[in-house]
């Protein structure tokens, strides 16, 4: 079979870069640049077949995944820097039915509850990931 021209080349890979905004996978992504990287190609060398073509951007999508899709997954959904604001941060709770009751709801605890008492005080220093750190 022919070779995929260039103008096809860039279009598929443009399609397929496309396509990941909507899926946030990071695999069509790199199936994306591999075959912008075959479009480039082709500008110099002029392949006799479009199964080379195809299987060359497959070959560099897949090297390219493996060694830049984890990297870039951590730097999109990397924490924000800034201290989370939070409206629950200190104050006294109460220890009920395994949990602390603290601001009219009822919370998990980072720390051991069973060395409280059932309806015994507590102070709460911190809320880390929607669990109340006692003092």
Known sequence: MEAITVGYLIAIGILLIGLEVL????????????????????????????????????????????????????????????????????????????MVTFDGTYWNSLNDLSVFKEGEKVEIIDVVDNKVVLK
Do not use: C, W
């Open 23 to 98: 899926l946030f996978s990071f695999v069509l992504f790199f199936f994306g640049i591999g075959f912008l990287f075959v479009a480039l190609i082709s500008v110099f060398y002029l392949f006799d077949n479009l199964y080379v073509q195809i299987a060359l951007a497959f070959v560099i999508a897949l090297v390219m995944a493996y060694f830049f899709r984890n990297t870039l997954l951590e730097k999109i959904s990397k924490p924000s820097q800034k201290e989370e604001e939070k409206s629950h941060k200190k104050g006294v709770g109460v220890v009920e039915n395994g």
